[in-house]
Nanobody, 129 residues
Framework: QVQLVESGGGSGQAGGSLRLSCKGSGYTYRRAYMAWFRQAPGKEREGVAGANSDSSESYTYADSVKGRFTIARDNANNALYLEMNSLKPEDTAMYYC?????????????????????WGQGTQVTVTV
């Protein structure tokens, strides 16, 4: 049974940093494409960053977070991270870890939530001015 468990959310000030973690279990982590999504109240769930299991050259980011957020994978420990810097109030949302099978070259902004079959429960991020 695939399980994804996020942690690390909370409150941060604009301009500050937060780090999210996701621990996967119940599947062969290296075979999965992993991603972070977020959903603000009244808005659709949107892809933030995605990562294949190989080189970081395949990682993609939404334009809204490019240069501020960094996704990272630790395949040995079935872990996924999202380092969020230069936070903005518009980054406030519930953040979700997601997984799908196979290798993916489609930029995360073009991958909808329906492309992913496995989700964590989410962790709230709130950015204040």
């Amino acid at each position: 049974q695939v399980q994804l468990v996020e942690s690390g959310g909370g409150s941060g000030q604009a301009g500050g940093s937060l780090r999210l973690s996701c621990k996967g279990s119940g599947y062969t982590y290296r075979r999965a494409y992993m991603a972070w999504f977020r959903q603000a109240p009244g808005k659709e769930r949107e892809g933030v960053a995605g990562a294949n299991s190989d080189s970081s050259e395949s990682y993609t980011y939404a334009d809204s977070v490019k240069g501020r957020f960094t996704i990272a994978r630790d395949n040995a420990n079935n872990a996924l991270y999202l380092e969020m810097n230069s936070l903005k109030p518009e980054d406030t949302a519930m953040y979700y870890c997601a997984a799908r099978w196979g290798y993916c070259l489609t930029p995360i902004e073009r991958l909808g939530a329906t492309a992913f079959g496995y989700w964590g429960q989410g962790t709230q991020v709130t950015v204040t001015v």
